[in-house]
């Protein structure tokens, strides 16, 4: 793509407003290097890794943590012999910790949903490396004493002589009655040799070596004599700790050269990390998000904004859509109403989206898959070059013609302005038609009326206008599609303060010339406002009622939900009371069967209450055997079996449990798949109350816990209405079969209890059946 494209998009200022959402500059050199990807299938990768980045931050909001660049580092292990300093290696220390933490989290990802950032996250970890640098280097930015036995034997010895000398100069000082010559401590270091910061005016007091002098002269830093062995020791210990420092710093250089492919892959992780972050932020601040590009995708930018535009506040969403089968879209009208914006927004946009950058416009939008873009805009003429307006724009549209296909968006500005206007409006006209007949995709804004009839015209092309306030001439910077727009060149020129005696005499030539249609295309105008009102106000009604059942929606489920809880607690509590002996059996099994009875009451009522299709009411006379009906006490299908005639009752299967239903129950199978399409989330969330099947393995289970399950288990099937359950318990030793048939037999819910058949598992399962 060529760098004029970057220019004209003025693409590098868009950059610069995600790199200042990075953590890092190296980070922010990175945004500011993007590029639109080569291949198609690692743009699709890059979105999917951004839309998966977007979710999962979403929901922990992780930040990377600022890092150092390692680029220079890794320069200097490129020569054989180079050892990295401490400064170094500390930085490398510190990258490292960032990128274990960042790592640590990401892996916790759920796999399912995140395969992406856990493919992103799976580098090899630099563990030699870690593990050295974080032994040898200590929180002080130094090397630790164990870092090595030779470090930490000489570090112990220049301990020693620091104690030594201590203590002689203090005796010393002390017995010659010198204490109150000192200026500071009795001992301190210049040179790297211990003295004693003495008043100059004292210094002949004691006999030794004068290193040094304060800057103001009043102190002066003298060695005495017998420190001087002491410090002679002092310079070879130092020599030697330098050495073993030396030896400490090349050994741990020696494991970065060997693990530095995984270093490397550890720093690309940290600064996609960066990469990803600052488009999250960017997509958080100017409400941005992925576009869908794939190479049958519509070009559909819905509700798209100027990114430079909105960080200034004066950006108005624009609709940039083509129906199918058309590939240019021909903006006209006045001057200053926002063409040449228009033609830059769907060029940013597009190139934003080949760059895998999220772009400001509302959820499904979408552009084909463009891999190159051709921009002509403005008034490119050149003195030194001696090209004029016009010839500037034939010179980049002969370059870039050969390389047009139909993977190319092109954006013309007034292309062929600058010569004679009806010459020019048919090279305009011959142009466009050549770039479509290369299956190319075009934007053009033109003030040429030739051009706009074209667009109105020509298969394949859709001509939109640019609309102004029909009493104030003021822009609104907003398009209306299928129909050309006025120049108002009169109206703009009035704005801008040129002399009344001028228009007028402009207005009498136009009139003399019969070109004046200025009044039809304002009144096309005015009702492409009043259309554009009129969306606005529908589009703000839907979501208010979008709002608005979402909010019924949730409170559905709280009031659902809070039902539900309560009815597990007022059987959980009679079956407390239960066990310990405040009522009867018979009066927890007449109080458990009053709780379902009302559960069913409620729900039928709530059904009823639901306005009914005609062809969903069911008559007694259209219910036969064999039937599949919709029970909605329990929100289930099952066959019809039998009809008792006499109690207008019906007994139907539900996954072998029958039960007799009254007939306001029951509603046609049609409308419980439309009851489940639209409300697959309370249908799911119902689920969790009730058993998943109508059997519970408890084999290989302890007597204690398998029974504490059983209660469980049979709490839920009675609240959802269950009467037949199948316990297996397996055969073993029989003791567990004991134990379970022991607790149904004192259980309130349990009816009665038995073994099942031979073929459905003998003595191995219990069936039983409920209240």
């Known amino acids: 793509m060529e760098s004029r494209t970057y220019q004209l998009l003025e693409f590098s200022k868009v950059l610069n407003l995600f790199a200042k959402y990075c953590v890092s500059e190296p980070g922010a050199e990175r945004v500011r290097a993007i590029r639109p990807f080569a291949e198609h299938k690692d743009l699709l990768s890059e979105l999917e890794l951004l839309r998966q980045w977007l979710a999962w931050r979403g929901e922990n909001r992780f930040r990377v943590g600022n890092f150092l660049s390692l680029d220079g580092l890794f320069l200097f292990l490129e020569r054989p012999s180079g050892v990295l300093d401490l400064d170094a290696l500390w930085a490398l220390y510190d990258v490292l910790g960032t990128a274990k933490e960042a790592q640590e989290q990401m892996q916790d990802a759920d796999e399912e949903r995140f395969p992406r950032l856990l493919e992103l996250s799976s580098f090899v970890w630099p563990q030699k490396t870690w593990a050295a640098l974080k032994r040898c280097l200590g929180r002080d930015g130094n090397i630790r004493d164990e870092a090595s036995p030779e470090l930490f034997s000489v570090r112990q010895e220049i301990r020693s002589i620091h104690n030594r000398c201590y203590k002689k100069v203090r005796t010393y000082l002390e017995d010659e009655g010198l204490s109150h010559f000192l200026q500071d401590d009795y001992v301190t270091i210049s040179s790297d040799r211990y003295v004693v910061p003495l008043k100059s005016n004292a210094k002949g007091r004691i006999r030794g070596i004068i290193h040094d002098y304060s800057q103001t002269g009043e102190t002066c830093y003298c060695e005495p004599l017998f420190l001087v062995e002491l410090n002679n020791q002092l310079q070879d210990l130092k020599q030697e700790e330098r ?11 020696g494991l970065v050269r060997q693990e530095f492919t995984g270093l490397d892959d550890m720093y690309e992780f940290l600064l996609t990390c960066d990469v990803l972050t600052a488009k999250a932020d960017f997509a958080a601040e100017y409400d941005a998000r992925p576009v869908e590009i794939e190479n049958n995708a519509p070009m559909n930018l819905m509700q798209v904004r100027h990114p430079l535009l909105m960080s200034t506040g004066d950006a108005v969403p624009i609709d940039l859509a083509l129906r199918e089968g058309q590939r240019a879209l021909v903006v006209s009208g006045g001057n200053a ?150 120049s108002q060149a009169l109206d703009v020129a009035r704005e801008h303060g040129l002399p009344e005696e001028i228009l007028d005499r402009a207005q009498q030539y136009l009139l003399l010339d019969g070109s004046d249609t200025s009044k039809t295309l304002e009144r096309l105008n005015a009702l ?32 659902k939900k809070a039902l539900i809880d309560g009815l597990q607690k007022q059987s959980q509590q009679i079956l407390r009371d239960w066990q310990a002996s405040k009522m009867s059996h018979k009066e927890a099994r007449k109080k458990l069967a009053q709780m379902r009875q009302e559960l069913a009451e409620s729900s039928s009522a709530k059904t009823a209450a639901q306005p009914a299709k005609k062809s969903d009411v069911l008559e007694w006379a259209d219910i036969t055997p064999g039937m599949v009906l919709v029970y ?21 299967d539900m996954g072998g449990v029958a039960v007799w239903v009254k007939l306001k129950e029951l509603s046609l199978a049609q409308a419980k798949a439309k009851s489940q399409s639209m409300h697959s989330g309370a249908s799911s969330s119902a689920k969790v109350d009730r ?36 316990v297996i ?43």
């Not at 004192?746 to 009816?751: E, G, I, K, M, R």
Request: include cysteine.
């Open 243 to 253: 050495e073993a420092e030396r030896q400490v710093l090349a050994f741990l250089t």
């Open 729 to 771: 318990h397996g055969r073993g030793t029989g003791a567990l079969r004991r134990e379970v048939h022991e607790f149904l037999r004192t259980f309130p819910p349990v009816q009665s209890y038995s073994l099942a058949p031979e073929d459905m598992g003998g003595d191995g399962m219990t069936i039983v059946e409920l209240n």
């Open 632 to 652: 909605a006490g329990w929100g289930k299908t099952g066959k019809v079996q039998e009809l008792d005639e006499r109690k207008k009752l019906v007994k139907i």
């Open 337 to 486: 109403g926002g063409k040449t914006v228009c033609l830059k927004t769907l060029g940013l946009a597009a190139l934003m989206a080949l760059c895998g950058l999220p772009v400001s416009a509302a959820e499904g939008s979408s552009v084909p898959a463009w891999s190159k873009i051709v921009v002509i805009l403005g008034d490119e003429q050149s003195i030194e070059s001696s090209l004029s307006t016009f010839t500037a724009q034939i010179n980049h549209i002969s370059k870039a013609f050969s390389a047009i296909d139909e993977r190319t968006l092109v954006i013309m500005d007034e292309f062929g302005a600058g010569t004679d206007p009806s010459q020019g409006a048919a090279l305009a006209q011959a142009v466009v038609d050549s770039i479509l007949d290369r299956d190319a995709w075009l934007g053009v804004a033109t003030h040429f009326p030739a051009l706009k009839a074209y667009a109105l015209s020509k298969q394949g092309v859709r001509a939109a206008s640019v609309l102004f306030d029909p009493n104030s001439k003021k822009p609104l910077y907003q398009l209306a599609y299928d129909q050309v727009g006025a």
């Open 691 to 726: 058993p998943a099947s109508l059997s519970l393995d408890l084999r290989g289970k302890r007597a204690d816990a398998a029974i504490a399950e059983l209660m469980k288990y049979i709490d839920g099937a009675v609240l959802s209405g269950y009467t037949r359950v199948e």
């Open 528 to 559: 492409a406002v009043e259309r554009s009102e009129e969306l606005t106000a529908l589009n703000k009604e839907r979501r208010k009622l979008q709002e608005k059942r979402s909010r019924f929606s949730e409170r559905f489920e709280r009031e």
